[in-house]
Nanobody, 115 residues
Framework: QVQLVESGGGLVQTGGSLRLSCATS????????MGWYRQAPGKQRELVAV???????NYADSVKGRFTISRDNAKKTVYLQMNSLKPDDTAVYYC?????????WGQGTQVTVSS
């Protein structure tokens, strides 16, 4: 069982920045594709960004150019740098680890962007 712990959420004004972190003690962290998802009230969970074990990245159209996902395999941590935040970015953000058919989730961290 892979345990993921997110941190870095909070309240920020429109146009502000936050950096989310997702840490694990999993010794083979480097083999996992890591993703950030979010879920706003009354909406389905959606993919925000993903980074593969090889470092390839993909982003939702709504965050391209504003968010950056990265990973530090030595620290077993994945990051989501969020810039130019908008009220529509308000959601609970979840970290996901995926390897073949094994998928694990963190507990989520709240991001609130005030207008």
């Amino acid at each position: 069982q892979v345990q993921l712990v997110e941190s870095g959420g909070g309240l920020v004004q429109t146009g502000g920045s936050l950096r989310l972190s997702c840490a694990t003690s999993e010794s083979i962290f480097s083999i996992y594709s890591m993703g950030w998802y979010r879920q706003a009230p009354g909406k389905q969970r959606e993919l925000v960004a993903v980074i593969t074990s090889g470092g390839s990245t993909n982003y939702a159209d709504s965050v391209k150019g504003r968010f950056t996902i990265s990973r530090d395999n030595a620290k077993k941590t994945v990051y989501l740098q969020m810039n130019s935040l908008k009220p529509d970015d308000t959601a609970v953000y979840y970290c996901n680890a995926l390897f073949l058919r094994d998928s694990y989730w963190g507990q989520g961290t709240q991001v609130t962007v005030s207008s």
